[in-house]
Structures are given as C-alpha cells and as structure tokens.
C-alpha cells in the first residue's frame, strides 16, 4: 500500500482554498483514478449538530471533495450511519444534506439492505453501498475519542456498520484492546481507497461528542488510513504507540510496520503540534509493569474512569438508554430527568458520553456517591 500522507495548513473553511489543497493531496498521495467510478464519500457524522461543534465533518469539506470527485468524472454517493439514528436518517443541521442536495448527490441511508461481510474473526453487516461503490473516500473528523483517545480513517469506518449494530459490537468487545482490535479488523476487511481529515477546526477534550472546538489548521490525506491517523496523533503531541488502533495495525503490518515507514509531504511536523492541545488521558495499555500488577491485583472498579452523569444538564431525551449496548442504564421515574447507572453491567465503552448532547454524561473517577 501507498505510504505517502500529506498534510497541507489550512485555517479557514474556505471551498475554493479547499478544493487546492484537495487535488494537491490527492495527486502527492497517488490517489486511484475516478474516471467512470462509483464513488461513497463516508464523513464522520456522529449525531446531527451544527458545523459550529465541530462534532462532524465540516460541509465545506464535503463540498470540495465532491466538486473534485466529479471534475474527475465520478458518479459521487454520500452517507453515514450514526449509532443512535435509525432508518430514514438525514443530518440536516450539520449542513451535509444541504450539500448533497445543491450539488444532486444522493444520501444514502446505510439501514437499507445492509450486506455482511467477513471479518478476522467471524462476519458484520454493513451498508450495501460500500460493497457497491467502485472506490471509497474516507473523510474522518479530527477529534479525541473517550475509549480509544482519537478518532481518525480506522475508527471513520465503523460508520459503515448501520445504526445499533455498532453499539452490539461493544458488548463483543469490551475493552480499549479489543475493541480497538475490531476496528482495525473492520478496516482491514473494507479499506477506504483515500482518505482525507477535516483537521482545519477539530475537537480536543471529551470528544467525540462533549469535547470543546480548537482550530488545528490543517488537512491530512494518504490512500493509507494508517499513515493518516499516525500523523494526526502526532499533531494532537500523542506517541503515536499510545494510540490502540496505530499500535495493532502496525504490529500486522499490512499498511506500515512502523510510524517512520510512512513518507511525509508537508510542513515541518513539529510546527503543527498543538502543544496545547487537551488530550485524552493515557491509561495503562502499553505499561508492561503495571498490566502485570492489574493482572494480579484486583484493583476495586469505583477507581475507575466511568460515565457519571450531571442530572442538572440531562433533557430527558434517553439516547443514553437506547445506545446502551449492556442495558446499564435507566431512567428513575420518580425523579425527573434522572438516570440511573447500574455500574455492575456498565463496561466502560463510553457511548453514553458520545451521544449525548447535552453535556450530561461525564467520564471521570467518582470514588462517592451513586
């Protein structure tokens, strides 16, 4: 596989600007030919939220690629899956259906007709058009990520799973591990043809949901989905090792076998660095020392970072309760607006805090209290 990534600044949702950038990465990074090609653009659309959040892939973004896409003469196809949306989904307030309508490019929904496919270890159903397109363009939101500390091109292509199947494959794969083993698997089994990330504003803090916009400035692409996330993890000052999905996907070696395998077109990658940028916690994955201790010492789970939930923020809305792939968690009747954890069954996956929108599920050690 192609191990070029590009990155190229750029600090403004600007489409002509854009679009530049765009056919510049795509023609350094070796991009496939699009000439009579049935091409699915895959955004990273995790709930329906204005552009403002940045909770989304900006339309803008969108936008150039398809206006890039056709000049190249595809037949151009959008759509994504969010896990608590069901048939029918349209995320108008994110700007994405605005969009695909001006430009005539139809949004499919991913809930029809899904087809399986084989995995490492045994088979998923994903949309049918990701079986159907010719090629696939990824276009990943740079974001941190609660569970596996940033979302990049690997954990964008989970989106092809339709609605709560994506929730079921926590209760598969329970921990950061094994979960993050999936995604690469996934990947691996269905690999966008290129990739490009909406690194110009992206979320730091609790994402990929509650966390706070930053700009970051920049645009990343390859036709490998590992080189892109490698790069990403670097400007958000991660090792690269310490993110799950880099570290299993390089220990295969099917896209690099190490971070210093891919070729670099860019800026200087230290001028891009957000020193200040705020980080997801690293915990113990890659600690030799203490994995042994917590293999042998049952360390209580009331130590552990879990979603606690803030009753004042709370609408009542329960996209909490449905995305739940362990039933953990209820509403209390007698209180309004309070939601009740039963911490014995939550697994720690952390999809309650991602599809909140109310900033009403916080990930956090709480030692006291229910």
Known sequence: MNSTVAVRKCMEYDFG???????????????????????????NVLSDNIPERCVTTHPVVLDAMIAFARDRGATVFAGDSPAIHSRGFRPVKTGIIEVCEKRGVPWIDFMDRPSEIRLKNGRIKVASIAREADLIISLPKFKTHELVYLTGAIKNTLGLVPGFIKAKQHALYQNRESFSSFLVDLTESITPDFCLMDGIQGMEGPGPGQGTPVRTGVLIGSSNPLAVDIIASKIAGYDPMDIPTNRIALNRGNWLRTPEALIYNGPVLDSLVKKDFRRI??????????????????????????????????????????????????????????????????????????????????????VFGV
């Open 17 to 43: 600007l854009i679009y530049s950038h765009i056919e510049e990465i795509y023609n350094i990074c070796g991009g496939p030919d699009l000439r009579n090609k049935k091409v699915l653009l895959k955004p």
């Open 281 to 366: 916690r690293i915990t113990s994955d890659r600690n030799i020392s203490l994995q042994f201790i917590k293999n042998r010492i049952k360390i209580p789970r009331k130590f552990e970072r879990r979603p606690v939930f803030i009753h004042e923020n709370c609408t009542g809305c329960r996209e909490c309760i449905k995305i739940c792939p362990q039933n953990a968690i209820v509403m209390d009747e007698k209180r309004k607006n309070h939601v009740v954890l039963t911490d014995s069954k939550c697994i720690r996956c952390f999809c309650c805090s991602e599809v909140c929108n109310y900033n009403a599920v916080k990930i956090r050690v709480k």
